[in-house]
């Protein structure tokens, strides 16, 4: 299968749930779905042996969010260049790439800061679970369902509310405590 | 990748410092006698920070960031980026820098494979092995350090093409290495397959079928070695793949075995490319200039590091810095394989399993902390000298 047929058959199988597809490379396709229909959208693709899970990624667009109930969160976030009363509430787009030979095919969900869950995808791909472990403790967003929700690159003594690749992380205001397992 | 542990049963942890892992990495397994029943991995020992550190320093700045990830595959990643780069910046880079690029990515390949074959004879009991294949593995260092200067990180990649020329002495010192390393892969081969002791530590040993390679998002060499046809200089060429095509190398045993065939079958194909590369260099330029604002857009960019595919997601809204970067490494992929394969199998067998996937455990990472009592976190580094100096007197 060529790369354009591979992207006209993924287009094809994704379209009962598509809300819109954007084409930022000749080789890649965009589709925007909500999260209900995610998995649904996942598992056609799987049903359809089309291709495979190569990457689940976030990007934070912060905008002006709704008040967060950490209230650290929000002193940081007033102070932030982000703060804005004409921007939009915040949102984190959360990518799940699947690629065919050269084509690639972006299902892509954006969850606000008020109501921040994506449905877990591990019944459907278990390897998934490393990538959503990730997402979770990276960007604070929760994953439902999902089998492990221990960190997995962060220590196990990293403070909650920090999310390293939220845009208004600056990184941490103490140090760490000492690890128990340290004489 | 987790399997609950059962009540009465013996936990074996392995790591974060352990003689069987060169790198931290912590794992649990979940043992009845001398069966592993259950296995979870902990990771983030070596987390840098480096996918937040791309956001506060510049396109050019993080091309030399970036190569930092690995000390192996180092200038995979490097390339990776600045194919991400150019594609947004809408920059082609002339024909002679992707050759050069390519090369320097097949040399890298054999360094890479030399490397893991080393450190998976030595998994197994066979320092003989080990010993010769990383006296051989010399020979590569020396010809990159002959090339860039450099044996670990080269900093071939500008963005917009390369920083090394490759000379007519240089092409008859990588034909002549070339040679004598495809000699010495013979006998490699011929040892891993037809040694009775090397065979009885990895025949029919971690056995992974296709499909469960596919369901576990298995890639490179260790999805190759179970029948998967995936490899992404063949799938989707990039740089010079296309002028110099790349034979798929696959295996469908799914063992230990198989992986180790697929890899120094892959050597050799590594061989045949830098030869054909360096005989039939493109004449022409090194670079071209790219903009220090990089247009607003986002690219994915794929290639196929020694591991497997290695993943790039950049995003620019037109600054001349990124505003995301996403690196997904190929062990992250193989990590759930190996944490099923081991089920199953014999406790002494999991160091040997764990290195067929060629494990790499600062590419997944991607900030070091020293928790010890009065010692800052941050150190200068004239303190990371001295401590350097205390350490290994």
């Not at chain 2, 009592?373 to 007197?393: M, N």
Request: net charge negative.
């Amino acid at each position: 299968m060529d790369t354009e047929t591979a992207l006209n058959t993924a287009e094809e199988i994704l379209k009962p749930w598509t809300r819109s597809v954007t084409i930022p490379e000749p080789n890649r396709i965009v589709i925007s779905i909500s999260r209900k229909d995610l998995k649904t959208g996942i598992k056609a693709l799987l049903d359809a042996h089309w291709g495979y899970l190569s990457c689940i990624l976030g990007v934070d667009f912060p905008g002006n969010p709704a008040p967060q109930p950490e209230e650290k969160m929000w002193e940081r976030l007033n102070e932030s260049e982000y703060i804005s009363p004409s921007k939009p509430e915040g949102m984190i787009r959360v990518h799940y790439v699947f690629c065919h030979g050269a084509a690639c095919v972006t299902l892509r969900v954006a969850p606000h800061y008020s109501n921040l869950w994506v449905p877990s995808i591990c019944d459907l791909i278990p390897s998934a679970t490393l990538m959503e472990r990730e997402l979770m403790e990276m960007f604070g967003i929760r994953v439902e369902g999902t089998p492990d929700t221990t960190h997995l690159l962060l220590p196990d003594m990293w403070p909650d509310g920090e999310y390293p690749l939220r845009k208004w992380w600056k990184g941490l205001d103490q140090e760490l405590p000492e690890s128990e397992l340290v004489d | 990748m987790e399997a609950k542990p059962k009540p009465n049963k013996f936990v074996v942890p392995i790591g974060p410092q352990h003689p069987a892992l060169k790198e931290p990495g912590h794992f649990e397994f979940t043992v009845d006698g001398e069966v592993v029943t259950g296995a979870s991995v902990r990771l983030g020992y070596v987390h840098r920070g480096i996918e937040k550190g791309t956001e506060s320093r510049n396109w050019v700045q993080n091309l030399y960031l970036l190569e930092r990830i690995c000390g192996i595959c180092s200038h995979v990643h490097a390339m990776a980026y600045s194919l991400g780069v150019e594609k947004l910046a809408k920059v082609t880079i002339p024909p002679r820098a992707q050759a050069i690029r390519t090369l320097a990515a097949e040399l890298e390949r054999i360094h890479s494979h030399l490397l893991w074959l080393g450190v998976a004879a030595h998994e197994g009991g066979f320092d003989t092995l080990f010993m010769y294949s990383w006296r051989d593995r010399e020979v590569v260092m020396d010809l990159l350090e002959m090339i860039t200067g450099n044996r670990v990180n080269y900093s071939v990649n500008l963005l917009g093409g390369v920083k090394y020329d490759i000379t007519q002495e240089q092409v008859d010192a990588l034909r002549k290495g070339m040679d004598f390393l495809e000699q010495r892969s013979h006998h490699y081969l011929k040892v891993v397959t037809t040694d009775e002791t090397f065979l009885g530590r990895t025949r029919n040993v971690g056995l992974m079928s296709f499909d469960q390679a596919e369901l576990l998002g298995a890639l490179g060499p260790t999805a190759r070695a179970s029948g998967v046809q995936r490899d992404v200089r063949v799938d989707a060429p990039y740089a010079a793949y296309d002028l110099y095509p790349v034979k798929l190398i696959t295996d469908p045993r799914g063992d230990l075995e198989a992986r180790f065939v697929v890899r120094i079958n892959e050597l050799f194909e590594s061989y045949r490319l830098v030869r054909e590369i360096s005989a039939n260099l493109p004449a022409g330029e090194l670079s071209v200039r790219v903009p220090r604002r990089i247009p607003e857009g986002e690219v994915i960019s794929r290639v196929e590091a020694p591991r497997g595919e290695l993943f790039y997601f950049l995003r620019s809204t037109g600054l001349d810095t990124p505003d995301r970067i996403k690196v997904r490494t190929p062990s992250m992929g193989n990590w759930a394989s190996v944490m099923t394969l081991t089920i199953g199998q014999n406790l002494a067998d999991v160091p040997m399993i764990l290195s067929g996937i060629d494990p790499c455990f600062s590419c997944n990472d991607r900030m070091v902390r020293l928790l010890r009592p009065g010692v800052t976190q941050t150190w200068s580094w004239e303190e990371l000298r001295r401590f350097g100096i205390e350490h290994y007197k």
